[in-house]
């Protein structure tokens, strides 16, 4: 059995050698680095690149992609169901810190920390400001997976209500509803925090449209970690910018990286994080840990037990 990087891992390298020492593992920088013998040979991809057929064409004998990021939109899936190479993903090494991520954006616009720097740098002290409790609010993910899920975990500790949209309305731990996401428009407006953890798929690009948000409440809180395709940038700088919601968080963008003359720096009722909610510094363990789980499982069964992803569903 033949595994071949797609990046290199410092002393992860020397961990997968021992922990596997049946498989010959081959490290490299990316596709460019690997030779034409390597080629012909190897059984599993790991890491990250610029995938494209042309390359996997010359690798007959590939089974398995073990991605080492999230996102798989960019991969060829049509090319991979067809070939039935096996992809997984690494969602669930994003998971503690991403549901973090979204508890802290929360808390922050609850809490008024904005203001309060604000204030912080104006050299005013205002011993008269509110803030709202998280008691009570009703709470949307738009998708109901494993950063939802440990983030409605986390958020009913605060006394909320959680509800969820996912293809088939199917009842999910954490979640006090659950509703297929056809009903959309029914359900948008009960919520004070809109929260889309949806990964791109061609059902989800620019699902939300203008008319979703104005359904929503106008004091709404938008937070975006998902993907940036969910919304148009006109669609969602025209909400902003009119005041259809009182607020956005968002991590993500439908083009980045954002440039300096983005509208998106120009308004003052968002807050932007640069695509970061992912990252930490545990990621490398975690990810090594899920690649050794799943190659065990394939070396006894052909097969992986994690983060598995339906090619042609995209997730």
């Given at each position: 059995m033949k595994a071949v990087s797609l990046i290199r891992l410092g002393d992860k390298e020397e961990r997968l050698q021992e922990a596997l020492p049946n498989v010959e593992f081959v490290f490299t920088s990316g596709m460019d680095e690997i030779n034409e013998q390597d080629k012909k040979d190897l059984d599993i991809l790991f890491g990250v690149d610029k995938l494209t057929?042309?390359?996997?064409?010359?690798?007959?004998?590939?089974?398995?992609?073990?991605?080492?990021?999230?996102?798989?939109?960019?991969?060829p899936l049509a090319y991979l169901q067809q070939r039935n190479i096996i992809l997984t993903n690494n969602r669930d090494a994003h998971v503690i810190?991403?549901?973090e991520f979204i508890i802290g954006y929360i808390l922050a616009d609850y809490k008024n920390m904005r203001t309060s720097y604000r204030n912080q740098v104006n050299r005013h002290y205002d011993s008269r400001l509110i803030s709202k409790n998280l008691n009570g609010q009703n709470i949307l993910f738009l998708g109901t997976g494993s950063i939802a899920q440990r983030t409605a975990q986390l958020a009913k500790a605060f006394g909320v209500k959680v509800i969820g949209i996912n293809t088939t309305g199917k009842e999910v731990e954490y979640f006090?509803?659950?509703?297929?996401?056809?009903?959309?428009?029914n359900i948008v407006g009960l919520a004070d925090i809109v929260?889309?953890?949806?990964?791109?798929?061609p059902s989800t690009v620019h699902l939300l449209t203008k008319r979703h948000f104005q359904l929503m409440k106008d004091i709404a809180l938008f937070i975006n970690v998902g993907r940036g395709s969910i919304v148009e940038n006109d669609v969602i700088i025209d909400?902003?910018?009119?005041?259809?919601?009182?607020?956005?968080?968002?991590?993500?963008?439908?083009?980045?990286?954002?440039?300096?003359?983005?509208?998106?720096?120009?308004?003052?009722n968002i807050s932007i994080?640069?695509?970061?909610?992912?990252?930490?510094?545990?990621?490398?363990?975690?990810?090594?840990?899920t690649f050794i789980k799943n190659l065990k499982a394939f070396l006894n069964k052909d097969d992986v037990i994690e983060n598995k992803i339906d090619t042609s569903k995209g997730y």
């Open positions: 057929e042309a390359f996997l064409d010359e690798c007959p004998n590939l089974k398995w992609i073990a991605w080492y990021a999230t996102g798989v939109d960019k991969l810190q991403m549901s006090d509803e659950t509703y297929n996401i056809e009903e959309l428009h929260i889309n953890t949806l990964p791109q798929t909400v902003l910018k009119n005041n259809i919601i009182r607020h956005a968080y968002l991590d993500v963008f439908e083009n980045e990286p954002l440039t300096e003359d983005s509208a998106f720096y120009d308004l003052d994080t640069a695509h970061i909610s992912g990252n930490n510094t545990e990621f490398s363990d975690v990810v090594t840990d």
